[in-house]
């Protein structure tokens, strides 16, 4: 009797594949370990991964994508000096209503709060810049 095979797909894959189902080639980032799920998901998908030195260039990039095409660019980054590094792409799209999408990777939900390494308020930050967080 053999057992049965169960499979789970994780929040980073499922980011992945949403991306994928939206037509996403590319995405700009910064690799870093507060999205390695979703690095991973990106490893074996068909989205290109374009790693760049800096987050603001991630950004810009990204800026640039979203102008050239009709979908939005896609920037990943870390907490932190990741987050303030894309700041000013998020507030250049915002301004000109050019479509992007920045992906934080966040401190656990259960270790908000406690001063955690790099943790910042992204509402703070970022609630009158982007649409929606």
């Known amino acids: 009797m053999s057992t049965p095979q169960t499979t789970s797909t994780t929040a980073g894959h499922l980011i ?3 991306l994928e189902r939206a037509g996403v080639q590319r995405v700009y980032g910064v690799p870093g370990e507060s ?3 979703v690095l991973d998901g990106l ?3 068909s989205i290109e991964t374009v790693v760049t030195r800096h987050e603001g260039g991630a950004g810009f990039m990204a800026l640039a994508e979203g102008r050239l095409t009709e979908l ?3 920037a990943m980054v870390t907490r932190g000096p990741g ?3 894309a700041f000013i792409a998020i507030h250049t799209a915002h301004q000109d209503a050019t479509p992007m999408i920045l992906f934080v990777g966040l401190i656990p939900v259960a270790d908000r709060g406690r ?3 790099q943790e910042f308020d ?3 930050w970022f609630g009158s810049t982007a649409k929606r967080w």
């Open 115 to 117: 001063e955690s390494f």
């Open 16 to 18: 992945v594949a949403q």
């Open 122 to 124: 992204i509402n703070a």
């Open 43 to 45: 490893h074996d998908s």
């Open 72 to 74: 939005p660019g896609v």
């Open 35 to 37: 999205f390695l799920d």
């Open 83 to 85: 987050a303030a590094n």
